[in-house]
């Protein structure tokens, strides 16, 4: 993860999966950003403000758009379990699953994610 | 010297050599086509000039010199050989054997006449320096010394009357003068030295921060230096008024200021949209100011940029002669239009792909030359790199004029994959170009190692297409082959129109742009069941830019701009919603998505800061 | 310490000359070389203080040689051996790196300058 970006108009891309939201220019330079409520398979809320996570996979730089940005964690290895099954959510984007103050939380595997959409 | 203890050495050598220039000359005889043996028949017969002329035996050293003088236009392809060569050459390998065992007897006997006019008419002529040196200011430079700035100075080097190869000479001593200081101009030129117009008397003009003591000493350690002075600059420039000054400057930092002018461009035009709202004329007028004032820095930095694509053709009248050796071909090399100017950046991209057409015409696309007279042409066959300046593009062309490309042989190899249910006859240029792009496609026979297997078109169109350029093909079966590249003057910045679709915009380069009609609906026709526009009478392939990328919004205006897009005699209708003006753009990297379409050649930010897709009009059409 | 020289070229009877000319000046001839293939390997193994190279050799020309060696050792310092008229060539040759060149028929005193120059 690089950084974090307020939502930014994208200007959509003909022809590609729905997962790409579009380019964003970010202070000049153009970032593919990815929509994340798709990726995800989450409804999308009208109450969220939207932020864009700016990932890097590889040498390339993509942006992940998310709904909100809640907080910035410190894992400790020992607070993550194993991945697990959970529904709603396809598996093999879970790289992890923890708890924190008894609230659970969802380890992204973004390789996995970004994977089947990136250019080759 | 004494050389007479080597004359049993020179006497031995010298039989050997003979004896495989009697094997190789009939094996050549056997098979005209086979190059090896005219390259080993070349070394044979040097090898023994160069011992008779250390030995002093001239009547060998002579022969032998007008010998090589008639293979070595052989092996550039400058004359043919015929019947008459072999035997001709057969004489002379047995005059040059009776020469070697005279001369090693001590018996050194007058010249044959007869034979010496005979080798001399064979060769056509003496045979004149080709390989040029133009690059060779371009040499490493180190300074030596930093105490003082650099002095521009005229220097004058003369090279001693009795020394061999004075133009070659020459060169070694700007070279030398090289590793103290910059040299911006030779008199006589490099390719005047090369050819040996030169009286020995040597100008360049340099700036060095070294003293002319060590200057002078350092040219002097060319060799055969007779003397060096110093002159003013000033005379230098009354004596040649028309020449510039000239410095050099690192490529990088070029790129630099292309890249600040680049961003330049994009804040200038979000400074005009600003402007523009304001309503504040004082801010309007500074912005048209800057708008001038960017305008002009932008051209000085693409005029700095520019370089004649000369630089990158120079390199390949030696591959052809290279190559036709090989394969045992003859070809002619022309070039035409040196002098046309491309960006450096695009002049670095562009050599690979005309390597590889150039190849693919050496290789597939001239016959040997038995299989050409049969076909009644030329057994000379004849390679065309050519440069033209269009609109706001340069065109290259690679032509020959060999076998063209075999349809039906095409065609057999695609209908045995099942993809095609053409006919030879309905199979278009463009149709063709599609099948040989593709990545290992090849259809010689045999699969030679010139051009290797395949890649050439497909390497071309890719490297051809990453440029923003475009490729075409137009080949005539029995007429020959010619393919077109086409690039953009610049990369880094480009002129576009903005247009809209759906309320989402586009930017098509100005480059591809004939012209702008209104779109008639009673102009729709149709074309292979496709939709077409009637357009100053002519039938044009028809896109709406909405259906291209699906855009939804508001429904189409009755009232459409159509853009005319052109690339090379094609051209197509791009019907769009609206027209929303001309633009600088700067094209700008991302990454791109897998699958994003074709006709996507790059995305770019307007003046009001949102990004825009740039549209490849070649794959449009 | 006397100099150490690689001479190149295809006749034996040239290298015979050279190394004459050379040894009786007192340089070391260490090697020779009959094609550029073997002058480039030979230069690498030998380490010579300078090579002599034929222009017109099989295999791999002198030019070709130059360009190898040059590759590698940029200060290389290489004397051409060129015949008349072979003008451009020896152009070639001093673009791809020769420091110096001389003509055949040799003068002995031609050659021992042009080493000398050579050698600095």
């Given at each position: 993860?690089?950084?974090?970006?307020?939502?930014?108009?994208?200007?959509?891309?003909?022809g590609?999966?729905?997962?790409?939201?579009?380019?964003?220019?970010?202070r000049?330079?153009?970032?593919?950003?990815?929509?994340g409520?798709?990726?995800?398979?989450?409804?999308?809320?009208?109450?969220?403000?939207?932020?864009?996570?700016?990932?890097?996979?590889?040498?390339?730089?993509?942006?992940?758009?998310?709904?909100?940005?809640?907080?910035?964690?410190?894992?400790?290895?020992?607070?993550?379990?194993?991945?697990?099954?959970?529904p709603?959510?396809?598996?093999?984007l879970?790289?992890?699953?923890?708890?924190?103050?008894?609230?659970?939380?969802?380890?992204?595997?973004?390789?996995?994610?970004?994977?089947?959409?990136?250019?080759? | 010297?004494?050389?007479?203890?080597?004359?049993?050495?020179f006497?031995?050598?010298?039989?050997?050599?003979?004896?495989?220039?009697?094997?190789?000359?009939?094996?050549?005889?056997?098979?005209?086509?086979?190059?090896?043996?005219?390259?080993?028949?070349?070394?044979?017969?040097?090898?023994i000039?160069?011992?008779?002329?250390?030995?002093?035996?001239?009547?060998?050293?002579?022969?032998?010199?007008?010998?090589e003088n008639?293979?070595?236009?052989?092996?550039?392809?400058?004359?043919?050989?015929?019947?008459?060569?072999?035997?001709?050459?057969?004489?002379a390998?047995?005059?040059?054997?009776?020469?070697?065992?005279?001369?090693?007897?001590?018996?050194e006997?007058?010249?044959?006449?007869?034979?010496?006019?005979a080798?001399?008419?064979?060769?056509?002529?003496?045979?004149?320096?080709?390989?040029?040196?133009a690059?060779?200011?371009e040499?490493?430079?180190?300074?030596?010394?930093?105490?003082?700035?650099?002095?521009g100075?005229?220097?004058?080097?003369?090279?001693?009357?009795?020394?061999?190869?004075?133009?070659?000479?020459?060169?070694?001593?700007?070279?030398?003068?090289?590793?103290?200081?910059?040299?911006?101009a030779?008199?006589?030129?490099?390719?005047?030295?090369?050819?040996?117009?030169f009286?020995?008397?040597?100008?360049?003009?340099?700036?060095?921060?070294?003293?002319?003591?060590?200057?002078?000493?350092?040219?002097r350690?060319?060799?055969?230096?007779?003397?060096?002075?110093f002159?003013?600059?000033?005379?230098?420039?009354?004596?040649?008024p028309?020449?510039?000054?000239?410095?050099?400057?690192?490529?990088?930092?070029?790129?630099?200021?292309?890249?600040?002018?680049?961003?330049?461009?994009?804040?200038?035009?979000?400074?005009?949209?600003?402007?523009?709202?304001?309503?504040?004329?004082?801010?309007?007028e500074?912005?048209?100011?800057i708008?001038?004032?960017v305008?002009?820095?932008?051209?000085?930095?693409?005029?700095?940029?520019?370089?004649?694509?000369?630089?990158?053709?120079?390199?390949?009248?030696?591959?052809?002669?290279?190559l036709?050796?090989?394969?045992?071909?003859?070809?002619?090399?022309?070039?035409?239009?040196?002098?046309?100017?491309?960006?450096?950046s695009?002049?670095?991209?562009?050599?690979?792909?005309?390597?590889?057409?150039?190849?693919?015409?050496?290789?597939?696309?001239?016959?040997?030359?038995?299989?050409?007279?049969?076909?009644?042409?030329?057994?000379?066959?004849?390679?065309?790199?050519?440069?033209?300046?269009?609109?706001?593009s340069?065109?290259?062309?690679?032509?020959?004029?060999?076998?063209?490309?075999?349809?039906a042989?095409?065609?057999?190899?695609?209908?045995r994959?099942?993809?095609?249910?053409?006919?030879?006859?309905?199979?278009?240029?463009?149709?063709?170009?599609?099948?040989?792009?593709?990545?290992?496609?090849?259809?010689?026979?045999?699969?030679s190692?010139?051009?290797?297997?395949?890649?050439?078109?497909?390497?071309a169109?890719?490297?051809?297409?990453?440029?923003?350029?475009?490729?075409?093909?137009?080949?005539?079966?029995?007429?020959?082959?010619?393919?077109?590249?086409?690039?953009?003057?610049?990369?880094?910045i480009?002129?576009?129109?903005?247009a809209?679709?759906?309320?989402?915009?586009?930017?098509?380069?100005?480059?591809?742009?004939?012209?702008?009609?209104e779109?008639?609906p009673?102009?729709?026709?149709?074309?292979?069941?496709?939709?077409?526009?009637?357009?100053?009478?002519?039938?044009?392939?028809?896109?709406?830019?909405?259906?291209?990328?699906?855009?939804?919004?508001?429904?189409?205006?009755?009232?459409?701009?159509?853009?005319?897009?052109?690339?090379?005699?094609?051209?197509?209708?791009?019907?769009v919603?609206?027209?929303?003006?001309?633009?600088?753009?700067v094209?700008?990297?991302?990454?791109?998505?897998?699958?994003?379409?074709?006709?996507?050649?790059?995305?770019?930010?307007?003046?009001?800061?949102a990004?825009?897709?740039?549209?490849?009009?070649a794959?449009?059409? | 310490?006397?100099?150490?020289?690689?001479?190149c070229d295809?006749?034996?009877?040239?290298?015979?000359m050279?190394?004459?000319?050379?040894a009786?000046a007192?340089?070391?001839?260490?090697?020779?070389?009959?094609?550029?293939?073997?002058?480039?390997?030979?230069?690498?193994?030998?380490?010579?203080?300078?090579?002599t190279?034929?222009?017109?050799?099989?295999?791999?020309?002198?030019?070709?040689?130059?360009?190898?060696?040059?590759?590698?050792?940029?200060?290389?310092?290489?004397?051409?051996?060129?015949?008349?008229?072979?003008?451009a060539?020896?152009?070639e040759?001093?673009?791809?790196?020769?420091?110096?060149?001389?003509?055949?028929?040799?003068?002995?005193?031609?050659?021992?300058?042009a080493?000398?120059?050579?050698?600095?």
């Amino acid at each position: 993860m690089r950084e974090i970006l307020p939502r930014l108009p994208a200007t959509r891309i003909p022809g590609v999966v729905e997962a790409i939201e579009g380019l964003v220019n970010v202070r000049g330079t153009l970032l593919t950003v990815l929509d994340g409520h798709v990726l995800l398979s989450q409804p999308r809320r009208a109450e969220d403000e939207g932020a864009i996570v700016v990932v890097e996979v590889g040498s390339r730089r993509y942006g992940l758009g998310v709904a909100q940005v809640v907080d910035f964690l410190e894992v400790p290895e020992h607070s993550i379990a194993e991945r697990a099954d959970l529904p709603g959510i396809d598996a093999r984007l879970v790289k992890a699953v923890g708890i924190r103050d008894g609230v659970h939380f969802i380890v992204l595997d973004i390789d996995a994610l970004v994977a089947p959409i990136i250019g080759t | 010297m004494d050389v007479a203890k080597y004359a049993a050495l020179f006497l031995a050598e010298s039989r050997e050599h003979l004896s495989s220039c009697n094997q190789l000359l009939l094996e050549w005889e056997q098979d005209p086509a086979a190059a090896d043996a005219l390259g080993g028949l070349f070394r044979s017969i040097h090898t023994i000039k160069g011992m008779g002329a250390t030995m002093g035996f001239t009547g060998v050293a002579e022969l032998a010199h007008r010998m090589e003088n008639l293979l070595d236009a052989l092996r550039h392809g400058l004359v043919t050989v015929d019947v008459g060569t072999f035997q001709l050459l057969f004489q002379a390998v047995d005059a040059l054997g009776r020469a070697v065992e005279d001369a090693a007897a001590g018996r050194e006997g007058g010249s044959d006449a007869a034979l010496t006019v005979a080798l001399e008419a064979a060769a056509g002529g003496p045979p004149e320096g080709v390989a040029d040196v133009a690059t060779l200011v371009e040499g490493k430079r180190q300074h030596r010394r930093s105490t003082d700035a650099p002095r521009g100075r005229s220097v004058l080097i003369v090279i001693r009357g009795d020394a061999v190869m004075r133009g070659a000479r020459a060169i070694l001593a700007v070279r030398r003068a090289e590793t103290l200081g910059v040299v911006s101009a030779v008199r006589p030129s490099l390719a005047q030295l090369e050819r040996e117009e030169f009286d020995g008397r040597l100008a360049i003009r340099m700036e060095s921060r070294a003293s002319d003591e060590e200057l002078a000493a350092i040219i002097r350690t060319a060799g055969e230096v007779e003397a060096v002075r110093f002159e003013e600059p000033s005379s230098w420039a009354t004596a040649e008024p028309e020449r510039h000054r000239q410095i050099r400057i690192d490529l990088d930092r070029l790129d630099r200021l292309m890249k600040q002018v680049g961003e330049l461009i994009v804040a200038k035009n979000q400074l005009g949209v600003m402007a523009a709202r304001s309503d504040d004329p004082p801010l309007t007028e500074l912005s048209d100011r800057i708008t001038r004032l960017v305008s002009g820095m932008q051209a000085e930095v693409i005029a700095s940029r520019m370089t004649p694509v000369g630089e990158v053709f120079e390199r390949f009248p030696r591959l052809v002669r290279d190559l036709s050796r090989d394969l045992g071909k003859r070809i002619r090399f022309d070039v035409e239009g040196e002098d046309i100017e491309l960006d450096r950046s695009i002049l670095d991209e562009i050599g690979d792909p005309l390597l590889h057409l150039i190849r693919n015409a050496a290789d597939h696309g001239i016959e040997a030359p038995d299989v050409r007279q049969q076909a009644g042409k030329s057994a000379e066959g004849r390679i065309l790199l050519a440069a033209t300046r269009e609109r706001n593009s340069v065109t290259l062309r690679v032509s020959d004029d060999g076998r063209g490309i075999d349809r039906a042989a095409l065609l057999a190899k695609v209908r045995r994959e099942g993809q095609s249910d053409a006919t030879p006859e309905t199979l278009s240029d463009d149709d063709v170009l599609r099948v040989i792009a593709r990545p290992g496609f090849s259809t010689a026979a045999t699969v030679s190692g010139v051009s290797g297997r395949g890649v050439g078109v497909d390497v071309a169109m890719t490297r051809v297409r990453a440029l923003g350029g475009t490729l075409e093909i137009r080949s005539e079966a029995g007429r020959g082959t010619t393919f077109l590249i086409r690039v953009p003057l610049t990369l880094a910045i480009v002129r576009a129109l903005l247009a809209e679709a759906g309320g989402e915009r586009y930017a098509v380069p100005l480059a591809y742009v004939a012209e702008t009609v209104e779109f008639d609906p009673r102009a729709v026709t149709a074309l292979r069941n496709r939709e077409a526009l009637v357009v100053r009478e002519q039938v044009l392939p028809t896109v709406h830019l909405r259906d291209l990328v699906n855009a939804g919004g508001r429904p189409a205006p009755a009232r459409r701009p159509t853009v005319i897009l052109e690339v090379g005699e094609r051209r197509t209708a791009l019907v769009v919603d609206a027209l929303l003006g001309q633009q600088d753009i700067v094209v700008a990297p991302f990454d791109a998505p897998r699958g994003m379409p074709p006709y996507v050649g790059g995305a770019t930010i307007l003046a009001d800061g949102a990004p825009a897709l740039v549209l490849d009009a070649a794959a449009l059409l | 310490m006397s100099h150490t020289v690689l001479v190149c070229d295809d006749a034996i009877f040239m290298r015979t000359m050279i190394s004459d000319i050379l040894a009786q000046a007192g340089f070391d001839v260490v090697g020779e070389a009959e094609s550029g293939t073997q002058a480039v390997e030979k230069y690498r193994s030998l380490k010579p203080d300078l090579v002599t190279m034929d222009i017109v050799m099989p295999d791999m020309g002198g030019i070709e040689a130059v360009r190898e060696i040059c590759k590698t050792d940029p200060e290389a310092k290489i004397l051409m051996c060129s015949a008349m008229g072979q003008q451009a060539l020896v152009v070639e040759a001093i673009q791809a790196g020769a420091k110096d060149f001389v003509v055949k028929p040799f003068q002995p005193s031609r050659v021992l300058e042009a080493v000398q120059r050579v050698l600095g």
